[in-house]
């Protein structure tokens, strides 16, 4: 016989599961209307650095080999402010969720403050670019024409890390849209003042590579005055006064967004330089496979965005939960960022490798001789459907502990992943069994797969403990 206790039992469950449902569903809507529009607005940075190339590409071969060697020196300086700069999310974030006002505009406050302080070591990069690429064996006229891109990026640095600054406010108070469409609006901007510096056309001086620069950094100027306009005009973001006592330096709250920021800054120089090593390797095996490793690389940045922009919403999600102090929120925050990442770059993982062909013919042609590396690009694109997910998951699992502000260890994650193991991985298969560019990326999946589980498990660590007494 079945009890009224039963009954009620059975209707209490299925009221648990319903809520349980509903607050999954609530949480993936409130990380997709995050993650859309920061996704969007990094494939808006994508597409201006893409049009700056296509413009520079017109002034022949040395240019473009040079505003990749300046591009390199740039963001040697640039990814150490990056990190530094992208702890103002979390930071905010979690002010956000426990409704403390004054210290989401103390946070905003020192990291435009951090901004500023970082930027005056950075700049000297790109003073001494020239110097710094001759001592690596350029080519006295790549290194020349280096510098001269340099001398007209190098003014855009501030800006451009003030306006990440505000951008990870906005996103942190479950705003992003105003960042997009800055973003929006600067792409065809980007495109008119570089053609005109470059060319000279309607009477402009013809400046190239620094015309070049130099339009950057009057866009960043251009996108950063958009970005105080929203934060100080615009409602809700005019209301928390994120200018007020702006001449004060919150010396504790700075030394916070080291702690967090530093360790981001030395996980993304540790990435960037295994990719670079990558290129070196490369190179040693053939032209056609550092090419090819190019175009498949290039690939892997696009569709990295995505994950990327779900990983930046995770980490206001986590963080938002972590300032209520609300354990399970942090659990269903990260659970639900993971699973929409693997199902998204899974989709788009499954069209790469479906038209990988179609992709490597649309870099190399159909000209005679260019079979090869569009067979190679393939093959590359092929053996990184496992460097595409794990990449993404790695991404947004990094994104979840930042929300945590638990940085250091990831650090020393990366450091195992991408060198101990990616690394390593890519000289053995690639030098030592005949498997050359396939063994290197190869060693790359091997890397990243490996990093990405370890951030995943210290997620799932650290969010058990979270609340536990």
Known sequence: MISFDDIDGERTAGRIAASSSRHLAAELAETLRLAVPMALTQLGQIAMMTTDLA??????????????????????????????????????????????????????????????????????????????????DQTPVAAHLAQQYLFGLVWGVTPALWFMAIRGFMGAVNRPQPALWITL??????????YLLIYGEWGFPRLELF???????????????????????????????????????????????????????????LEYGL??????????????????????????????????GISMAATVRVAHAVGRFDAIGVKRAGLMALLLGIS???????????????????FFGDADGAGAAVVLT???LLIGATFFIGDGIQSIAAGTLRGMND???????????????????????????????TGIWIGLSCGTAVYATLLVLRFRLLARRFGAP
């Open 55 to 136: 413009f520079i590409g017109r002034l022949g071969n040395e240019a473009v080999a040079a505003a990749a060697l300046a591009g390199t020196v740039y963001f040697i300086g640039f990814t150490i402010g990056m990190g530094l700069i992208s702890a103002v999310a979390p930071l905010t974030a979690q002010a956000f969720g426990a409704r403390d006002p004054h210290r989401m505009r103390r946070a905003l406050r020192t990291g435009l403050w951090m901004a500023l302080l970082i930027s005056l070591p950075i700049m000297p990069f790109s003073f001494y670019g020239e110097d710094i690429l001759l001592a690596l």
């Open 185 to 194: 609006a600067a792409i065809p901007a980007n495109a008119l003042l570089v």
């Open 211 to 269: 015309g070049a620069g130099l339009a950057t950094s009057m866009v960043n100027f251009a996108t950063l005055l958009a970005g105080l306009w929203f934060a100080t005009r615009i409602r809700p973001f005019r209301k928390y006064q994120v200018l007020g006592h702006a001449w004060r330096i919150d010396w504790p709250l700075m030394r916070q967004l080291i702690e967090i920021g530093a360790p981001i800054s030395l996980s993304l120089m």
């Open 275 to 308: 990719f670079s090593a990558a290129a070196l390797l490369m190179g040693l095996i053939s032209t056609m496979a550092l090419a090819a490793h190019q175009v498949a690389l290039q690939i892997t940045t696009i569709l990295f965005m995505v994950p990327y």
């Open 344 to 362: 998204l770059t899974a989709v788009f993982t499954l069209l790469v490798i479906v038209s990988r062909f179609a992709i490597g013919r649309f």
């Open 378 to 380: 393939a093959n590359l």
């Open 407 to 437: 940085t250091r260890i990831p650090l020393l994650f990366a450091a195992i992943g991408y060198w101990l193991i990616g690394f390593t991985t890519a000289c053995v298969l690639g030098f030592r069994t005949g498997l050359g560019a």
